[in-house]
Structure formats: structure tokens, C-alpha cells
């Protein structure tokens, strides 16, 4: 498959450079072009906008930050679904809305483009390493169509239904995470207060049955938060927030993991 690619940041860029390597002519886009030069010993081709990139592509996938973001790189004035032809595909690798994907779907499938939702986790040593996983919504047809593509940076890629279904996943794994989070930090605290150095608690855990991502990213930062507020805390708020939405929309009880994810925010500073 052509591939096109926008959303070159910490986990799209290695994402990108696995799909070169793996043989699939593959495009660029970015809007600064400081991005696109550390690309240069990779022969992927560059495109003015990304309905260029669009045009030259079966395949585009978007890996930008936010909703906002991937309506305008997919239906502004120069977007990609004004360049793509029909019978190609998109892949929302972002982490957004479940309603956003289903919107363009919609407007995606008047230009006869499919849309899957298809968001990642991982970070950018996964994608490195080609172990990211994907969580994907939407015709499972489209999406083993894509698998060629995907397998070059994921293991897993888990199906999961129709489209929104791989964004909601994605956002319980990370309201989940952001939980185990506040979990983890209190357990070192009350450690601290029955005189266990938390440095070895750390790593007695990380060694039991209560070992989990969320402890050990704790452990490397020093047994604080501070790291992960610093560079995780806006967008852990924007996740937890989205699942509480979704939750209230659908008459569903979150239970104690809000709470718990809620009491992460806190401690962080960037209560929702």
C-alpha cells in the first residue's frame, strides 16, 4: 500500500520510520518543515498539504494531538479527503473522541473513503520497537486491509467493532492507568508512614503480584509524579474526562476507578 503520514512526534515519527523501513512507499506531511528534514535518509517523499499527501496515498494515517486537530489536517480547505480518491482508507491512530471517528466516517464515506478508528499504546520505544498496540474500529474488512501496514509498528492489533469501539478501549486502558496511578502513589506513601524505604518497596513490588505499567513508571521517576504531570498530566485530564462524558451520556456508573483516576488529577494538579 501507498502510505501517507501525518502527526511526526514522539510515537508517529518512530511509527513513520517503521513503515518506511518495512518497504511501504510511504509520504510526509508536517506543517513545520524542520519535521520532515529528520527524515531525510529515509527517501519517503514529502507533500505540499495533505490533500497532496492524500492523493498519493491508499492508506493515510493521522497522528496528531487532539479532535480539533485531525478534522482540519482530514476535512479543511487543502484536507485529505479533498485529495483522496475513492477507495482508500484512513486510520485515526490519535486518541480522541469516539464520536469524532464516527463523524468522519460519515464524511469520509461521501468521498468513498473508509475510516477506521485505530488508536495506539505504547509511546514511542513501542513503536521503536514495533510492539505498539492497536486498538481498531470499524469494517474488519478495511482493517485487515490495513494490517500489512500496521503489523510494521504493532503486536497486537486487536479488532474490536464498528467504529468509536477502538477509541473507547483506548480510553478505558488510560482511565484505568491513571487510576493504577493514584493507587500506587498512596501505597508508597503509607509505606512511608510504617517506615518502609520506598525505594525498596518499589522494588519489592515491581517483583509481586501487585507489579503493574503504573508503579514502575512511578519507580523511575524517583517514586513522584511530578515527571508524569509534567508531560502526561493535560492529556490523562482530557482521557479521564472523555470517558466520564461518555460514561454520563450512557447512564453508566464509572465506579471507584474514576474516583481513583480523579485522585491521580489531583495529585498532579490538573483536576478535571
Not at 495506539?120 to 494490517?147: H, T
Request: glycine share 12%.
Amino acid at each position: 500500500m501507498r502510505v501517507g503520514f501525518i502527526g511526526l512526534g514522539s510515537q508517529g515519527g518512530p511509527m513513520a520510520r517503521r513503515i518506511i523501513a518495512a518497504g511501504h512507499p510511504t509520504t510526509l506531511w508536517a506543517r513545520r518543515a524542520a519535521t520532515l528534514e529528520a527524515f531525510a535518509d529515509t527517501g519517503a517523499a514529502t507533500a505540499e498539504t495533505p490533500a497532496t499527501l492524500g492523493a498519493g496515498s491508499d492508506l493515510v494515517c493521522v497522528c496528531v494531538v487532539g479532535d480539533d486537530d485531525v478534522r482540519e489536517v482530514l476535512t479543511g480547505e487543502h484536507g485529505v479527503l479533498a485529495g483522496m480518491s475513492a477507495g482508500g482508507v484512513v486510520a485515526v491512530h490519535s486518541t480522541v473522541h469516539p464520536d469524532t471517528c464516527r463523524d468522519l466516517a460519515k464524511t469520509a464515506a461521501v468521498h468513498g473513503v473508509s475510516l477506521i478508528d485505530a488508536p495506539v499504546s505504547g509511546g514511542g520505544p513501542a513503536a521503536e520497537a514495533g510492539r505498539l498496540l492497536v486498538m481498531a474500529g470499524g469494517d474488519a474488512e478495511v482493517v485487515q486491509r490495513c494490517r500489512p501496514v500496521f503489523d510494521s509498528y504493532a503486536d497486537p492489533v486487536v479488532h474490536l467493532g464498528d467504529v468509536g469501539s477502538g477509541q473507547v478501549t483506548k480510553l478505558l486502558n488510560n482511565l484505568l492507568f491513571t487510576a493504577n496511578l493514584a493507587t500506587a502513589m498512596s501505597t508508597f506513601t503509607l509505606g512511608a508512614g510504617l517506615g518502609v524505604d520506598p525505594a525498596r518497596l518499589g522494588e519489592v513490588i515491581a517483583h509481586g503480584t501487585a507489579n503493574s505499567f503504573a508503579l514502575g513508571r512511578i519507580v523511575d521517576a524517583g517514586v513522584s509524579l511530578d515527571r508524569l504531570a509534567q508531560y502526561a498530566g493535560a492529556l490523562l485530564r482530557k482521557d479521564v474526562s472523555l470517558v466520564a462524558s461518555l460514561a454520563d451520556a450512557a447512564g453508566a456508573e464509572p465506579g471507584v476507578v474514576l474516583t481513583a483516576a480523579d485522585a491521580t488529577l489531583a495529585l498532579m494538579n490538573h483536576q478535571r
